[in-house]
């Protein structure tokens, strides 16, 4: 089980699908940062697909629990479609954007999963028309990426489409992996350093989603908040899987276009060592999940 830490549409509202922070920033100012930012997660997009992990069968379980129905969901960012493929299983229809071509390329290819590539931005009536219906959604989903939003606007739309009042959003993250000991004493110093390579909406999710904007209500009686929920999920890997799931980063990528190359053969050095102490070549990798999850109530 999850363990718990404590009028109508006018003007043409717009998701954008990077910092809520930049809110403050000009048009051209944003634009440029989609552009860099979509930039990223193209050029690792083979690396994120095959390093990431996927996410627990338990995390869509209990999501799919607090859901009345199990007809539509919207799973935004999809990326290389990890969420997408789990949800398809319990869902009769899923529609998957995100707005990377090459990640879609890589996502598993199913007869009731939708994949669409859309704009960094887009219309009101655009994501009716391309995504669903008002009250249409009994379920949005967003894995590894609200963060990255516009919040106050993509929550008004996500509002705007889920179905009165039962209609549920699901948002999760997963912070730095866990491994034992020896790695995990280079690891954390290592991850420090990177910091400075991170954007800044990074920092919502070393807090967990806790300090992240999340306006809605509790699903149900038996959760009394809205979260973060912990999960975890594992994946094995073997050091080489393990160098790929860093070289997956958005951080890597800008230190590498910066000329700094985080895995340095110092760096590698010190993981061989660690990765070797236990005789064991492949490990379990355990990655925490926290969710963040509420109902829409009745949106006017």
């Not at 598993?108 to 219906?133: F, G, H, S, W």
Request: glycine share 6%; with cysteine.
């Amino acid at each position: 089980m999850p363990r718990g830490t404590s009028p109508h549409m006018g003007a043409l509202h717009r998701i954008v699908l990077s910092g809520f922070y930049k809110m403050k920033r000009s048009k051209g100012q944003i634009r440029e940062r989609e552009r860099e930012m979509a930039d990223l997660f193209h050029k690792q997009a083979d690396d994120y697909a095959e390093a990431r992990p996927s996410y627990p069968e338990e995390l869509f379980q209990f999501i799919a629990s607090k859901t009345p129905n199990h007809d539509l969901v919207w799973d935004v960012g999809t990326g290389s479609g990890q969420a997408a493929n789990a949800l398809a299983g319990i869902y009769k229809n899923v529609v998957a954007t995100d707005t990377s071509q090459k990640q879609l390329d890589f996502a598993p290819k199913l007869p009731n999963i939708q994949y669409k590539c859309t704009p960094p931005t887009m219309t009101m009536d655009e994501v009716e028309r391309i995504v669903a219906a008002q009250s249409s959604l009994d379920l949005v989903t967003i894995a590894q990426a609200l963060h990255w939003f516009d919040l106050p606007t993509f929550y008004h739309q996500v509002k705007w489409l889920l179905k009165k009042p039962h209609g549920v959003i699901a948002a999760w993250c997963y912070t730095i992996p866990e491994v034992n000991d020896c790695v995990d004493t280079i690891f954390r110093p290592f991850y420090v350093d990177s910091k400075p390579y991170w954007d800044p909406a990074r920092k919502l999710v070393d807090d967990k989603y806790r300090g992240i904007e999340f306006p809605f209500e509790r699903v149900d009686d038996e959760v009394d908040h809205t979260g973060p929920l912990e999960f975890k999920t594992k994946r094995v890997m073997d050091l080489e899987g393990f160098f790929r799931y860093i070289r997956s980063w958005s951080a890597y990528q800008t230190a590498k276009e910066k000329g700094v190359e985080l895995l340095r053969d110092d760096v590698v050095e010190s993981f061989k060592r660690a990765w070797s102490e236990d005789g064991e070549d492949r490990k379990a990798v355990v990655f925490p999940v926290h969710l963040r999850i509420g109902k829409v109530g009745n949106f006017n």
